[in-house]
């Protein structure tokens, strides 16, 4: 008698495009429409793949955070990284930045000079993850994680390999550390992988590349810029390449993001960059801001500059 299929896929959300930072266009899935909280994840924004011609490339400049963790993966191209605590990091393909703001911080991320002057692609994703209210208000941290230091995990057929940024895959495990338990991976398969994901947790797949996947028991077919939300049943999770490659000589290669987290619970009170419990809380973020608590970085006023005359730039050569 055969075993009877769990459906595993709750959902599946399209991302919607929106302008962001200094004017550069993203693919959001979350937030959006009425699914505007996964918990702990609060925002996932998918960057490019974009290409700049020289003195095009922008990101974003100075701006406030208090009470979650940015976290950016990069794929190609690159970002330079300020904050109001002397923190300064380059981070090129491959790195991945964990920043917690906690009791508040003020950042920058616009483009390398590299890219920039030369231009060149773009592509990359940054992540909100929510902090609980015990550590909201606790000491910034930055984690700058070059490439070399993320694990990949490959499956014995060789058909998989998973990128392991947060959490832990069979006998491979992340050196990032989290203050909430969290899976953030990088998985690539041209074949089948079964994903054990930790019983309570919550967990989401985002597909960021062309070629679709399916997953799931039931075999969900996710395209490109969707996120699959997962009810796993406390079973491992299934995943497919979908789409035969042009030479027939197997699958294409899918890949996706899968983010897993235990589910902090509490009342979450947000607006703009910052993400409190309560209003009251979200309005002495905005007050500590305007009084200077925050601190500040040296040059803003040139990165505003930089981000000006890329946007004109673009705007020139039709790109608006």
Known sequence: MASKVIKQVARVITAHRQREGGGFMVRRPLPSGSFDYADPFLMLDHLGPVHYEPGEAVGAPDHPHRGFETVTYILEGGFEHHDSHGNHGVLSPGYVQWMTAGSGVIHSEMPTEELLKKGGNFHGFQIWVNLPAKDKMIKPRYQDVPPENIPWFESAD???????????????????????????????????????????????????????????????????????????????????????????????????????????????????????????????????????????????????????????????????
Request: charged share 30%; no cysteine.
């Open 158 to 320: 060789k058909q998989t390999k998973i990128k392991v940024i947060a959490g832990e895959v069979e006998d491979v495990k992340a050196n990032i550390d989290t203050h909430t338990p969290i899976y953030f991976l990088d998985l690539r398969t041209t074949g089948k992988y079964s994903l054990n994901i930790p019983e309570g947790m919550d967990a989401m797949v985002y597909n960021y590349h062309p070629a679709s996947i399916l997953i799931g028991q039931e075999k969900t077919k996710v395209n490109e810029s969707q996120l699959a939300i997962l009810k796993t049943q406390g079973k491992p999770v299934e995943f497919e390449a979908a789409e035969s490659a042009d030479d027939g000589s197997g699958k294409k290669e899918a890949r996706v993001l899968v983010l897993a987290g235990t589910p902090i619970g509490e009342k979450v009170a947000r607006y703009g960059p910052f993400v409190m419990n309560t209003e009251d809380e979200l309005r002495q973020a905005f007050k500590d801001m305007q009084t200077g608590h925050f601190g500040e970085i040296p040059g803003s006023f040139e990165r505003m500059r930089k981000t000006d005359e890329a946007n004109a730039k673009r705007k020139q050569a039709g790109k608006e």
